[in-house]
């Protein structure tokens, strides 16, 4: 447990267990009014554009079911009747071909809304760069993943997809149920492997500033299941990450070496 005298310190933040302390980096900005004080237009653009955002999230994923309805439709009128077996057999092809034109849309969608690529900075909350961030985000994680890519782990359509999105991915990957946010500040070298539940996350919120940097893994790298890696964060050739291990912000593993734990420590 962490000593009272460590939990009265006001404004400490600590991690993990043994409990490591984190320092605060970013530095609280004199003029609050994109953090804690947004103006009124401010809180009411952001409305609005939350409304925007439902309204195109709802739209994609009608046009997925009414399309997909409509092709099966189709397909029976043309099937049903005389070959069952037929027509059981085109649901599948339906559900993969309308899934790849929604992602299509979805990638579409992301170099429309971003104006191109994520890029690196700092951010504010009611910023129209975070708000545009998190609608493409709310797009994948909600269309995209369960409707396709969580079909498609380990092939090499999910690693076009995540190319298409933005991502520097080399050779003969292997990408699981994988979480990558930010895909133009993702670089994965050749052979790398991100397990179930790998993450890797080039954004960090604190104290209502999005921070973005690049995350960058040489070759041959492994990271286990459930285990994330921060932004700033470098796993040089032939890293491996064990399961459930945490790559700190800005932390650079060298190669050739073992890391396991939250915060990650080596292990040889």
Known sequence: MVPSRIIDTPASTFLGSPPLSIEKREKALGDTHLTYHP???????????????????????????????????????VYGERNVVLFVVTLPVVQLTMGAALCLLIVVSKWTIMCGRFKAGTYPLFSFYVWRTELVERLE?????????????????????????????????????????????????????????GTLQ???????????????????????????????????????????SLNMRDEELPPRTEWTGSPATRTW
């Open 39 to 77: 103006s009124t237009c401010r809180k009411c653009s952001r409305c609005s554009f939350e409304v925007f955002g439902y309204l195109l999230y709802t739209l994609y994923g009608a046009l997925f079911a009414t399309t997909s309805l409509f092709a099966i439709d189709l397909f029976y009128g």
């Open 141 to 197: 994680e909600n269309l995209a993943e369960p409707i396709l890519l969580n079909m498609l782990d380990g092939t090499c359509w999910k690693v076009f997809y995540y190319r298409c999105m933005g991502a520097k991915i080399g050779r003969r990957p292997y990408l699981g149920h994988s979480i990558v946010t930010e895909p133009d500040m993702i670089s994965i070298g050749n052979d790398a492997t991100i397990e179930s539940g």
């Open 202 to 244: 080039a954004h960090l919120f604190q104290d209502r500033m999005r921070l973005v940097k690049e995350v960058r893994l040489g070759h041959s790298v492994s990271v286990g299941s459930n285990s994330v890696v921060l932004l700033g964060g470098k796993l040089h050739d032939n890293v491996n990450l064990n399961p459930l």
